[in-house]
């Protein structure tokens, strides 16, 4: 079983629908990250949470500790937003260092 | 500032054959990265560095060297490369956990290989 699942796996919506995707995790972390990833392949940090919630323009990202479990939520959606979504959660790997295990990723397509 | 960049982009190799990636990064980050990216695996630690000289294997690790001699670098060495390393191979960086900045990673745009 993997450390870090996400769901859906593929979603398709039409522009201007409210969109959540939703990590579950199994181990304990420091910090969980929701990532982006354009078709081009570059890899961009959206947010970075230990607890609570964080909006950043349309995009919204809870976390729930105590269930281990996460969601991003895309409001207001836009073609552009069409990506691959990935959570992954920071755990410490012992010897003063940290690293990031990475679920499979979410691949979101906004149709106009 | 350029943030992480990776060198070469495209590479294809033939099975036997070495190479050197190299990932650089103007940020001052302590933490530097190496992840390969499979389809249907999502992307896995190949090994990482906390400083200048140390470095250590992540989930990974066969097949490939590092070396973080410079701050700003970490080289990922390929030493006989077989097919099963054709990949997708990120570089990120960043601060250490506990720091005053936020232990967001930076990643560099990749560097595709195709061990034939």
């Known amino acids: 079983k993997n450390e870090v699942e996400q769901s859906p796996q593929n979603l398709t919506a039409q522009e201007g629908e409210f969109i959540t995707i939703n990590c579950s995790y199994s181990?304990?972390?420091?910090?969980l990250h929701w990532l982006q990833q354009h078709p081009g392949g570059g890899i961009v940090s959206l947010f970075m949470l230990s607890s609570g919630k964080k909006k950043h323009g349309r995009l919204i990202a809870t976390i729930n500790i105590q269930e281990k479990h996460s969601s991003l939520h895309i409001t207001a959606s836009h073609p552009r937003d069409s990506a691959v979504y990935i959570c992954?959660?920071?755990?410490?790997?012992?010897?003063?260092?940290?690293?990031?295990?990475f679920g499979k990723g979410t691949h979101l397509i906004i149709q106009p | 500032n350029a943030g992480v960049t990776q060198t070469p982009k495209f590479r294809v190799l033939k099975t036997g054959q070495s190479m050197t990636l190299l990932c650089a990064q103007d940020?001052?980050?302590?933490?530097m990265y190496w992840y390969r990216q499979d389809p249907g695996m999502g992307l896995r630690l190949i090994h990482y560095s906390v400083g200048e000289g140390t470095t250590a294997k992540g989930e990974v690790p066969d097949g490939y060297n590092v070396s973080r001699l410079k701050k700003q670098n970490f080289l990922l060495g390929l030493e006989s490369a077989a097919p099963s390393q054709t990949s997708v191979y990120f570089c990120?960086?960043?601060?250490?956990?506990?720091?005053?900045?936020?232990?967001?990673?930076?990643f560099g745009p990749g560097t595709r290989l195709t061990v034939t």
């Open positions: 992954a959660v920071l755990t410490y790997r012992g010897g003063g260092a940290d690293g990031l295990t």
């Open positions: 990120a960086s960043s601060y250490p956990l506990g720091t005053a900045s936020s232990y967001e990673q930076y």
């Open positions: 181990v304990g972390i420091s910090a």
């Open positions: 940020m001052n980050h302590e933490y």
